[in-house]
Each structure stands twice: as structure tokens, then as C-alpha cells.
């Protein structure tokens, strides 16, 4: 049974993060003449749409033969959406190691791939924060898995234009797939996209959701359009001494932010629509201002450092990446004050060095085209301040 290390925040009393941590409907975005996303990559036959991109994978999971008695290779950095599909399937996980930079260490596949019963169907391969992998270890993993006849996964959960790229290769084959979740790219309120060859997928399309829940997500996306330009201010002064503790549990289902209920269920409409509308060229290019402003507001801090110092040119990049030499008191300091962060601070326990010290020293911090200026200067003065 996987064995997880948790951080408990509950005594903490961390206040909601003052900016939003992804992007609103933004009308300024959508092109009403029509968008810019090419339309066989929405609405081709070799693509199917979810509710999120867990759900995505559970059907990439499920064409790739994961059920009970077998195996998903995960990288050892990973949050529990990545893996809660397999165990939905009754399947198990193995982890395979990564190295600083969040590349796949091909040596660990390969070792996990020796035994002859290994059981293994199907590997996962993030495109971590937008970016995409180095060509040569893609397609040193895609050997790897032609080799054994397992499916190769491309979680392109953070990387939208990677997936836009990249999807017809996975079109084209029977063993390879791309996923990703739209609503971390597009202002829209919910998405999970698979790529796939049409032989793969079950003759029943993803259910669509019913009026009621397309109305009330147009609720949630006109009120969170309004909130998103809020002026970020520092929150309400907490006990600063309050603190959270890692916690060992053992499961051996998917974790409670999976729903088997969402399975097979599509993607709103309202989100189709949004996706089919946006502009992405100035979309990107606020990613990517967002993204340079970050890298100057850290450049010589002495308590951080960013993990992805170099943007490439074809790089939407999702979140700003950055690793802290002490998450205590950083990470609370911080907290504390409002700041939005992700953190994948509840993992499998494996032995890969790298995922165990980024469990807690690896902040993910938003970068995305809806910040406003006054709330990435709020959020890098504060950063900046806390790691000087
Ligand atoms: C790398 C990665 N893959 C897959 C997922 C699952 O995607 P979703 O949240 O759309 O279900 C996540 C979720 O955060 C993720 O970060």
C-alpha cells in the first residue's frame, strides 16, 4: 500500500491567498471574431474532453490497460491528481526518480522496467510549470516505452502550447497520449483534454454536464471575473508562531480531491466556448512578462532561488517555480500574508532525493495573464522581502 507524507496546514489558520492563484474569464481575451486555437485541437476526432484533467487521465489510464494487477510509472515529484487516476483503477504506482531540473531519470525507468513481471502498462511524463521536456530524454522515454509496449502518458496538465505542439504525435499512435487541463491556461471553469488515436477511446462519449451546472458555472465565472483585479493588500496579522506538521498515512485508494462521480462526464460548454474563443498570442505574452518580472524580483536573493531560470521562446509558462532554502519561516511568512501558493506537499514517500527535499522547499507561484500589475508588484515585493 503507497505510503504518503502529508503537511498538515489546519492549525496554521492560513488566510485565502489574496490574488488569485489562476486565471478568471478575462472578456479582454476572447476574440469574438473567432480565437486562435487551431480548431482540430478542441474539436478534432482524436479529442476527447473532460471535467478536469484527472479525468483525462483516467481515460488515458483506462486505454492503456491500468486495472488491478498492474502498474503506472509516476515521476517521484508529483501531486495526488496525477496518480489518482490509476488507483481508481485498482492499479498500483511505482515512482521513478527525477533529477533537479524535474527531468525523468531514464537510468530509474529502466531499472523499474527489469523485472519480468513488472506489471507496468503505462508511464506518465509531466511538462512541469509549461515547460516542455528536452527533446532527447522525450524521445529516449517514448524508446523506452515502445520497448516494453506500455503507453506513453504526456501530462501536459501545465502545458497547454506544449500539448498544442505536440498532439498529433500522440494522435498518430495507438501507444501514446497527451493530456491537459485547460482551465490553468484559459479563464475558463473547468477542462480536461485528451489527445488520443480514436481506436482508443470508448465508443460513448464523456456525458455532458446539464444546464443547471452550465448556469451556475457561468456564476462562478462572472463573479470570479470581478474579483480578480482586487487590490492585493497584506492579510490580517495571524499568530506567526502557529505552525502545520507532516503527517505518514497509508492508502490504497485515490486521494478525496478525486471524484469517481466526475469520471467520463465532459467539460462545460461555457468552457468549449471560452477555449475556441481566446486570443492566445497576448495570453502568452502576459505569461511570459509575468514570468520575467519574477526572475529580476529573485535574481540575488540569497534565500531562493528559481528553478527555471532560462524562459525559452516558445515557452506559456504556468506557474513561476521556485526552490527556498528555509520553508521555515518562509513558507509561513508568506502564507501568512496572503501570498497564493502551490505547494505539492502531500506526495507518495520514494526514495528519490530530489522530490523529498522539493516536497517542501519547491514553491509554485502564479504568473498567469490575469494578474494584474499591481498584484505581481504586491506579490514579488513580498517574495523579494522574505527571501533577502
Ligand atoms: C502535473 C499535473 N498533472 C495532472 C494534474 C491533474 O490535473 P487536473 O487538476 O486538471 O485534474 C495536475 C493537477 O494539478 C498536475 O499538476
Known amino acids: ?101 524535474l527531468t525523468p531519470r531514464v537510468d530509474s525507468i529502466r531499472a523499474l522496467l527489469a523485472p519480468r513481471d513488472h506489471g507496468i502498462k503505462a508511464l506518465v511524463l509531466p511538462h512541469y510549470f509549461g515547460f516542455e521536456q528536452p527533446p532527447a530524454l522525450l524521445a529516449a522515454v517514448s524508446a523506452v516505452c515502445r520497448h516494453h509496449g506500455i503507453m506513453l502518458i504526456e501530462d501536459c496538465s501545465h502545458a497547454w502550447q506544449v500539448a498544442a505542439k505536440r498532439a498529433q504525435t500522440g494522435q498518430a499512435n495507438a501507444d501514446h497520449v497527451l493530456m491537459a487541463s485547460p482551465y490553468k491556461f484559459f479563464g475558463c471553469e473547468d477542462g480536461g483534454v485528451l489527445w488520443a488515436n480514436p481506436a482508443l477511446f470508448p465508443i460513448t462519449p464523456p456525458a455532458k454536464p446539464g444546464l443547471l451546472r452550465e448556469i451556475k458555472a457561468f456564476k462562478s465565472a462572472w463573479s470570479r ?30 486521494s478525496a480531491q478525486y471524484e469517481p462521480a466526475m469520471e467520463n462526464k465532459n467539460s462545460l460548454a461555457l468552457s468549449r466556448w471560452v477555449m475556441r474563443r481566446t486570443r492566445i498570442a497576448p495570453l502568452v505574452e502576459r505569461r511570459r512578462r509575468h514570468y520575467t518580472q519574477w526572475l529580476e524580483a529573485v535574481a540575488g536573493a540569497r534565500g531562493g532561488q528559481a528553478l527555471m531560470p532560462d524562459l525559452p521562446d516558445d515557452c506559456a509558462p504556468y506557474m513561476f517555480p521556485i526552490t527556498i532554502a528555509e520553508p521555515d519561516p518562509v513558507f509561513y511568512q508568506l502564507k501568512h500574508a496572503g501570498m497564493p501558493i502551490f505547494r505539492w506537499d502531500d506526495m507518495a514517500v520514494s526514495s528519490c532525493t530530489v522530490a523529498r527535499n522539493y516536497r517542501l522547499h519547491l514553491l509554485h507561484l502564479p504568473c498567469h495573464q490575469g494578474l494584474s500589475a499591481q498584484q505581481m508588484a504586491w506579490m514579488t515585493a513580498l517574495v523579494s522581502k522574505a527571501l533577502a
Open 1 to 101: 500500500m503507497p505510503e504518503y507524507q502529508r503537511f498538515d496546514a489546519v492549525a496554521c489558520e492560513f488566510p485565502r491567498p489574496r490574488v488569485p492563484l489562476l486565471p478568471a474569464l478575462h472578456w479582454a481575451d476572447i476574440g469574438f471574431g473567432g480565437g486562435t486555437v487551431a480548431p482540430a485541437l478542441i474539436d478534432g476526432t482524436a479529442v476527447r474532453h473532460f471535467a478536469r484533467g484527472r479525468y483525462a487521465m483516467h481515460a488515458a489510464c483506462q486505454a492503456g490497460g491500468i486495472g488491478p494487477g498492474t502498474v503506472l510509472l509516476a515521476p517521484s515529484y508529483h501531486c495526488r491528481t496525477m496518480i489518482d487516476p490509476a488507483l481508481a483503477l485498482g492499479g498500483t504506482v511505482l515512482f521513478y526518480a527525477v533529477d533537479s531540473d
Open 225 to 254: 471575473n470581478r474579483a480578480a483585479h482586487a487590490t492585493a493588500t497584506a492579510a490580517e496579522p495571524r499568530d506567526p508562531a502557529l505552525r502545520g506538521h507532516d503527517i505518514l498515512e497509508r492508502h490504497d485508494g485515490p
